[in-house]
């Protein structure tokens, strides 16, 4: 009896557990094979993302920095080139990032769920498009990899936070 009980118990948790929704998803990475691995997974929980720096030059991405919540991420890239700097308005997220690639990253455009397209850097190279795996999922945080330049870019995806109070 105590043996039917405790199977019993075991498939109504695997059950439970198959039946929460998955959310994350992970895009990329897009671009070469260079540079040293940089994530802003920590990043996440300072808040959803309300601002992009991205430095460029004539030819390449070169940096890049994303503010999490009112916090900034560590600086990844190099120094060379024009910086660029972006706010998102007020609950407005990323949903979709496209962009081109070599070597190096060499364009980068960020649509946000308000109907805006972000676009850094220059129009050549291969095609890359990215969307969360799941509904009702947004642009978390970045990965990838950087030295001089950004050598390669990766897009983690999951639900908007629920307590973005100090946002």
């Known amino acids: 009896m105590l043996t039917i009980a405790l199977i019993a ?9 198959a039946i929460q929704a998955r959310s994350s ?5 897009y671009g070469g094979t260079g540079g040293k691995r940089f994530s802003h997974s920590g990043n996440q929980l300072e808040g959803p993302i309300t601002a992009i720096r991205v430095r460029v030059n ?3 991405i070169v940096g890049l920095q994303v503010r999490y919540g ?3 991420s560590d600086y990844s890239g190099g120094s060379s080139g024009d910086l660029e700097e972006i706010f998102l308005h007020s609950g407005e997220s990323v949903i979709q990032v496209s962009g081109k690639y070599k070597r190096y990253l060499k364009k980068l455009v960020f649509v946000t769920d308000k109907g805006r397209y972000l676009s850094f ?9 990215a969307v969360p795996l799941h509904p009702n999922t947004v642009l978390r945080f970045i990965s990838g990899r950087s030295g001089s330049v950004i050598d390669a870019i990766g897009l983690h995806w999951d639900v908007y936070p629920s307590d973005c109070s100090s946002c």
């Open 121 to 129: 850097g220059k129009d050549s190279g291969t095609s890359f498009s």
């Open 70 to 72: 009112k916090v900034w």
């Open 9 to 17: 118990l075991l498939c109504a948790s695997a059950s439970a557990n």
């Open 25 to 29: 998803s992970y895009n990329g990475e």
């Open 58 to 60: 004539s030819n390449y």
